[in-house]
């Protein structure tokens, strides 16, 4: 297995240290693009459970590391949201959504009854935010 030999590399002290560091990066970035994919993964299966959520009529937040697993989270929740009522809408803060915008975002979610869902990024609405209607 691939890992293995990685660590194999990675550990071994015959090898030179710019070959154990090689190993060392190329392990990390195998275990990233596997820990991105699994989040893919799941996409399907928690947009599904979300949608049960939606039909319960909870207000809810829910949270995602990658901007993809992100994206087919709010895609599968605005989906369900607009089978479920027309005006019923969802909010999202990420990386890319400016500070200003996401004090924007928190009050529409706590004040507004059609906002029944929050899609946020764990590091950047990860804490500090006061989402206590959820």
């Known amino acids: 297995d691939e890992m293995n030999?990685?660590?194999?590399?990675?550990?071994?002290?015959?090898?030179?240290?710019?070959e154990r560091d090689a190993a060392r990066v190329e392990g990390q970035t195998l275990m990233n693009a596997l820990y991105q994919q699994s989040g893919k993964e799941k996409v399907q299966a928690v947009g599904e459970y979300l949608s049960t959520l939606i039909e319960g009529g909870c207000k809810f937040l829910v949270f995602a590391h990658h901007?993809?697993?992100?994206?087919?989270?709010?895609?599968?929740?605005?989906?369900?949201?607009?089978?479920?009522?027309?005006?019923?809408?969802?909010?999202?803060?990420?990386?890319s959504t400016p500070m200003q915008k996401r004090q924007e975002e928190v009050t529409k979610f706590q004040n507004d009854p059609n906002i029944q869902v929050a899609v946020l990024s764990i590091t950047a609405a990860g804490a500090g935010l006061p989402l206590t209607v959820a």
């Open 67 to 95: 901007q993809e697993v992100l994206d087919g989270i709010e895609a599968a929740v605005t989906k369900s949201l607009h089978a479920v009522d027309k005006h019923a809408r969802c909010v999202r803060i990420d990386g």
């Open 5 to 18: 030999a990685l660590k194999d590399i990675a550990d071994n002290p015959r090898c030179g240290q710019q």
